[in-house]
């Protein structure tokens, strides 16, 4: 019988100093235990994600916190492949802002596009990604999340509690561009900024600026972890009954 074991691309430059990136071992053991969800995980720094088939043939692909990374080039083509191919992908914390900043070059032709953290001599114009007028560095706060969107069917409430730890977020000079092209925002925090991004059609594509798996002491996944896991659970079992027809 084949055990096909969904694959999981963690996408980041691995560091003991990011607390996140520290969470990650206990999260997967916690979906394993709890959930019966077992994913196969592979560190890949964002320098090896350059390659072109660094993330295919991966069930989910999550670009994790850590900025700025060592090759901002290399989490853009993560995340372009995971949104072409329809693998399922998780950006949070930096990999929300890298999950704007590619759909601003790649499909709105916004190639001028900048991040303020990689490229600070840019021109003000072109800030997709700014430094926020309070650093988010260990805030918790609401989030109000769209009706009808994955976002809310993922954390089963209009209203979530979530941590960040961050400087920058999106400017929103921009944001209506990238809503024409298709992306759509359906969470913001009390102040009517955006904290949660998700890309229609595709099977699934979600975007956060807080940190879900910073949730709580790691022993429970947040939710929305929990789905992406299942999201790769659905790829590989459909990848599988195809290989088999």
């Known amino acids: 019988m084949n055990t096909h074991i969904p694959r999981i691309a963690l996408v980041g430059d691995r560091s003991p100093h990011v607390k996140s990136h520290v969470r990650i071992p206990m999260l997967l053991d916690a979906l394993a235990e709890r959930d019966g ?127 960040y730890h961050c400087n920058y977020g999106p400017d929103s000079r921009h944001l209506d561009t990238l809503e024409a092209h298709g992306l759509r925002f359906t969470g913001v925090d009390e102040d009517g900024q955006v904290r949660i991004a998700e890309l229609p059609g595709h099977p699934f594509f979600l975007a956060t600026l807080f940190q879900p798996e910073l949730a709580g002491d790691g022993t429970r996944p947040h939710p929305i972890v929990r789905a992406l896991a299942r999201a790769a659970v659905t790829r590989a079992d459909v990848t599988r009954t195809a290989g088999a027809a």
């Open 37 to 163: 969800l077992v994913l196969d995980a592979y560190w890949i720094p964002s320098g090896n994600a350059e390659a072109p088939d660094a993330v295919k043939g991966f069930d989910a692909v999550w670009l994790l916190p850590g900025s700025p990374y060592a090759s901002e080039a290399g989490a853009l083509a993560a995340i372009r492949t995971a949104r072409e191919d329809g693998i399922p992908f998780l950006g949070t914390c930096a990999g929300f802002q890298h999950a704007l900043l590619e759909f601003a070059r790649d499909v709105c032709g916004l190639e001028r596009a900048a991040h303020a953290e990689n490229d600070p001599e840019a021109d003000e114009a072109d800030l997709l990604l700014a430094p926020l007028a309070c650093s988010l560095v260990g805030h918790e706060g609401g989030v109000r999340v769209t009706p009808g969107s994955l976002a809310e069917s993922v954390l089963g409430a209009e209203l979530t509690t979530e941590r």
